[in-house]
């Protein structure tokens, strides 16, 4: 089973017998095999389950060796699921350098520029949505969940990550965020401050969270992000300073604490103890 769940558009059905199957941004059912038997969410454990966390928070680490990581802990653990060893989920915190990503079935419509010219890298990966970017200031959250140990359900599973959001923003800073209806991400107001977009296999999810906390916003006039063109695109910072009559705030402490929100509303909504780690072997800038 494969799935790949939009970083922009809201829908996502997830099928506990599907095989092989994808989802784009549109709404699209997926029809199971009669035949197979259906897969069980494990039994909770008592105690919280471990989820090591790996904090990057202030590093720019590539994309591209981000995802890398990524599959390769989704491989090992792949590896452990049919031996019931795979107990340990993962999440991982960074920024990257200015980069552009499109979905499996992104369309390059959305993008106001020659994809041979373009002002940052462009990478087309395997989670589902049309184009955004990621740069310096925007906080990357990349959980990678066994949905065996919690719900064996997508549309939980993507709701859960907006819920994380909305607590944090509203906890933290006082931001009344939301979500729209048909749409997957986080907006105050009309603008998208946080986008969410996955990849499920063999029902082990990665890919993640990107929340704008002081990113500059200029790269997303160069496309349409998500597809989305009835709607702009905002931050953390423009909205506290808005709210404070045009304060000046300080990046690094912004980041710092939408990351330790981030961190403990993701811990307590998907019940969870993180335990810190180092052993990640990534990269930084």
Known sequence: MVISAPLCHGFLPFSAVAKESSACSRRRRLVSPPAAAPVQSLPRRRTRPLCECFDLHQQMVPFAESWARQKSIVKRRKGLVDSDEDHTDTLIALQHPPVYTLGTGSSEEFLHFDVEDSPYEIHRIDRGGEVTYHGPGQLAMYPIINLRYHELDLHWYLRSLEDVIIRALHSTFSIKAS????????????????????????????HGLALNVTTDLAPFERIVPCGIKDRRVGSIKEILQKNSSGRELNDAELMDIAYESLIKEFAEIFQLSLEPSTDLYLQPR
Do not use: P
Request: overall charge positive.
């Open 179 to 206: 979500t729209v209806k048909g749409l997957t991400g986080v907006w105050v107001g009309d603008q998208k401050v946080a986008a969410i977009g996955i990849h499920c296999s063999r029902y082990i999810v990665y």
